[in-house]
């Protein structure tokens, strides 16, 4: 234990010395051990593919290789040994994503011993990071997966002005949450706007308001600018110091809070920004420029709707619920038609869940968002609804290279439905992470029972 | 029977009963409700606030003077009824001021009334009825005392009855949060409600407890419901306390009781089978959110219903704004086994039949309350939406603040020049 701890350190220390920005922001202590279940070479055959792009195909097939996308299209042939599923009246679908999740981190049971996804110490809490909270045996990474979750960031909540790093999963079960990390996936920083981080610090010494939300996020920013430079100086000076030289430079010390803003400000590290209203999200664009970061995606984002302009100007995607709102005055102005709309001013959108039930029933909710669209008068197909759930988080989370879409070379990461997902009566047949099946419907073997409901009622039932 | 009559009187005394048109919807799909009977092309046919006749377009003659509204390819089922809500008592659940859900601070318990707390212009009542729903039971939830209070039946048609709806039910939590509350163990809120039934019967004798645990006003309300034989609603989740509602309906004897969570309940299906004690629940409670939720499965419907239970369903977690989403909870269980017509009765007719008005609400047969709604598909599916809501007979508005949001955000060209705040 001794040995390990202390040959991470040195590994650390390295990596930070050795290269000319940061790596901190982009490497980790923390490795991916991820390596893809054991999989067959898998023909699906005569299915409705989405390919997660906008497009659709009737009778089409679907070739995984290696566990890899190796062809779609009618009539492929496959290799001898491929195993051939029949999907006629099925549906294919590129696993669904999920760009907000707190699972493992506000687990099952809800038990306060659980409570570990805010780190209400402080409004400014870069330094901590959700995979050291996630419990890898939380039930609802099971559930999750009977319902086509392949991927998922699990942030850390939005008490604080900066929460700490969210990680990026494949929703594979494991002993450690290395085990389902995914490989080559940047981190996420979680901020948050508005009503929370007030409520949470108005009485311990602020934030107080919105104006002190914005002075919060202004000086930390302003700090993490100069911890950038001060980095930066010491690497020149240790670029030119030549070995005979009597005096070396000697590196600042170092600050965890602060390697999480400067992988931002590096562009490295991808800001999830819990936000609500319109005229806020308008702010933190400004804010964003002043410091010259980029926000990836706004979190909630219920007045999305009101600025679908200006999020599509400045290449923000918007995570949203399908007719989740009212709770709060900032969710107040909620409507059912903030993703369609988004969608048609031609923006990023994305349907999140933020909750362990949502998150079995993504699905339900783009088909929910899509009526209320068409309702209304707009145009989407149900192709181009299912980039909210993969190619549009995918791309957001920094993994739209491997998964999100059912495009040659990608990661089988893929979800049969029994039917039209759009209708209630579709349930996930099989879920396939990495070309590995980790759900069948009709295979108890391929159900995933986790340590915590292992000998407790109910075990062995249907879930 | 007394409270039957007092909800009859309401809605023949409020002005959109007095209003409603007499007509007929012809040309739908016809979900009666009554005994799985549906009717393809089928006519309804209305007369002030009521229903006075359903059946095949060949069988129905339409009466002289009545308008013929034409809904070919669409679905008409009965408004549906949401069993569990708080829908018009709050409007936004973090500012206080706006929420009426719960008296923590109150020295009262069984005598608060939902009732006084709802108001029809809510905005939640109206988004809630743009989704079908025309008749919902309000409940106050319960802070200080297991006793939340007695709750009531009441439209969303948003207008003003003219007399005060009669409590309909009470509410009580027993469960893991029922023991917080009375003290820190389940012994302690059983003790808690044994204790309270016995004060209200002594009340009723007349007998002035000697060092009573309810205020007189929560007594009386107690013993007035126990007179009435309204149900107790009683939320539990874990099976040990489903039997021990079990048990407590056996002691009290003669009290209609509704188990309201059960996660459960499939567990000890044939026990509530054998109790009448029939259940509402949240079809997408499915995690161990709890270790009162240990056996939670999406399968508790189905198991429930196959044994007998009565069964009606709702979204338990969030009953105020998403109330209206029963529709989705309830269809899922067609993915779970059970049948189309169980599932929507679920949401409508057994509601009704909870709260003992199943002789005017849930189902579109002759003599009911006309309360219809006129669907673009399937109900129970997820793109599905209502294009005509009529309570009581009356044709429903299909706005409410958040369609004029969005048709105020709506992409309307390059012609609009002035701000937002002036379309």
């Known amino acids: ?463 | 029977m007394i409270r039957f009559l007092t909800i009859l009187t309401v809605f023949i005394l409020s002005p959109m009963a007095v209003l409603a048109a007499d007509f007929a919807i012809t040309g739908g799909k016809v979900i009666t409700n009554h005994n799985g009977e549906i009717i393809e092309n089928g006519t309804v046919v209305i007369k002030g606030d009521q229903i006075i006749e359903v059946g095949t377009a060949s069988s129905v003659t339409i009466p002289a003077g009545f308008e013929t509204i034409d809904v070919k390819g669409k679905w008409v089922t009965p408004g549906l009824f949401i069993p569990f809500s708080r829908v018009g008592m709050v409007e936004v659940a973090l500012e206080k001021t706006t929420n009426d859900t719960r008296a923590k601070e109150s020295p009262f318990s069984v005598a608060l009334q939902a009732i006084d707390s709802f108001n029809p212009k809510s905005e939640n009542v109206a988004i809630t009825r743009l989704e079908g729903v025309t008749r919902m039971a309000i409940l106050p939830d319960a802070s200080h005392t297991i006793f939340g209070g007695r709750g009531a039946l009441v439209d969303t048609s948003g207008s003003f009855a003219g007399e005060r709806a009669a409590p309909a039910f009470v509410f009580i939590e027993m469960g893991e949060a029922g023991a917080g509350i009375a003290g820190g163990s389940r012994s302690a809120s059983w003790t808690w409600l044994r204790q309270a039934v016995a004060e209200a019967r002594a009340w009723r004798r007349g007998r002035e407890p000697a060092e009573p645990l309810l205020l007189a006003a929560d007594a009386l309300a107690l013993q007035q419901a126990l007179r009435d034989d309204l149900p107790f609603l009683v939320h539990v989740e874990r099976a040990s306390d489903l039997m021990n509602l079990i048990h407590f309906k056996e002691e009290i004897g003669d009290i209609n009781v509704i188990a309201i969570g059960a996660t459960e309940g499939w567990m000890v299906a044939e026990h509530l089978e054998k109790a009448e004690i029939s259940v509402i629940l949240d079809p997408h409670d499915n995690l161990p959110q709890g270790f009162e939720n240990l056996g939670a499965t999406m399968y508790n419907a189905k198991k429930l219903h196959d044994a007998g239970v009565t069964i009606a369903m709702a979204d338990l977690h969030d009953e105020a704004f998403n109330a209206r989403l029963a529709p989705q909870h309830a269809g899922n269980t067609l993915a779970t086994g059970l049948d189309w017509s169980t599932a929507f009765a679920a949401i409508s007719s057994v509601p009704a039949q909870m709260f003992g008005v199943d002789g005017d609400f849930g189902q579109l047969v002759a003599g009911m309350e006309a309360d219809l709604v006129i669907w673009d598909g399937d109900p129970l599916e997820l793109m599905s939406a209502p294009d005509m809501v009529y309570i009581s007979g009356e044709k429903q508005d299909m706005q409410s603040r958040q369609t004029q949001l969005r048709d105020r955000y709506m992409d309307k060209g390059a012609d609009q020049t002035l701000p937002h705040a002036y379309r």
Not at chain 1, 187 to 207: D, I
Not at chain 1, 434 to 445: K, M
């Open chain 1, 1 to 463: 234990m001794g040995s390990r701890l202390v040959g991470t350190f040195v590994l650390g220390l390295g990596l930070s010395l050795s290269a000319l920005s940061p790596v901190w922001a982009g490497e980790t202590p923390y490795p991916s051990t991820y390596q893809p279940l054991p999989s067959s070479n898998v023909l699906l055959q005569n299915g409705t593919v989405l390919d997660g792009l906008g497009g659709q195909f009737s009778n089409a097939d679907l070739l995984i290789n290696n566990g890899k996308i190796s062809a779609v299209g009618p009539d492929l042939t496959a290799p001898e040994g491929t195993q051939i599923i029949d999907a006629t009246g099925k549906w294919i679908t590129p696993g669904i994503i999920d760009i907000h999740s707190h699972l493992g981190v506000y687990p099952a049971p809800g038990v306060q011993a659980h409570n570990d996804g805010n780190e209400v110490t402080n409004p400014v809490t870069a330094e901590v990071w959700s995979e050291h909270g996630i419990w890898p045996h939380d039930p609802g990474f099971n559930r999750a997966r009977t319902g086509g979750i392949t991927s998922l960031l699990v942030l850390p909540g939005s008490a604080n002005l900066f929460g700490g790093r969210g990680v990026v999963l494949k929703n594979v079960p494991s002993r450690t949450v290395q085990g389902m990390k995914f490989p080559g996936a940047p981190y996420a920083l979680k901020m948050a706007c508005g009503e929370n981080p007030k409520r949470v610090y108005g009485e311990k010494g602020g934030p107080g308001s919105r104006m002190g939300n914005f002075s919060g996020y202004r000086k930390t920013w302003i700090k993490a600018v100069a911890y950038r430079d001060k980095w930066a100086k010491y690497k020149e000076a240790l670029g030119k110091a030549k070995p005979e030289d009597e005096k070396q430079p000697s590196a600042p010390d170092r600050d965890l809070q602060m390697e999480t803003l400067v992988g931002v400000l590096d562009g490295d590290i991808r800001v999830n920004m819990h936000c609500y209203r319109a005229d806020e999200m308008a702010q933190v664009i400004d804010l964003s420029k002043e410091f010259g970061y980029k926000v990836t995606t706004f979190h909630h984002a219920i007045e999305a709707y009101k600025i679908s302009d200006l999020l599509k100007e400045n290449g923000t995607c918007a995570a949203m619920w399908a007719d989740w709102g009212g709770f709060k005055m900032e969710a107040y102005d909620s409507i059912r038609e903030n993703i369609p709309m988004v969608h048609h001013a031609g923006g990023c959108a994305i349907v999140h869940s933020d909750s362990e039930v949502g998150i079995q029933r993504l699905h339900q909710e783009a088909a929910k968002a899509l009526a209320d669209g068409r309702k209304a008068g707009l145009d989407i197909s149900k192709a181009e609804a299912w980039q909210w759930l993969s190619s549009n988080p995918a791309e957001a989370m920094g993994i739209g290279d491997q998964t999100g879409s059912l495009t040659v070379g990608k990661d089988a990461d893929i979800v049969l439905w029994d039917g039209d997902p759009f209708s209630i009566r579709t349930r996930a047949e099989m879920v396939l992470v990495d070309g590995a099946l980790l759900y069948d419907q009709n295979n108890q073997e391929y159900q995933a029972v986790s340590d915590f409901e292992l000998g407790q009622p109910g075990n062995g039932e249907e879930k």
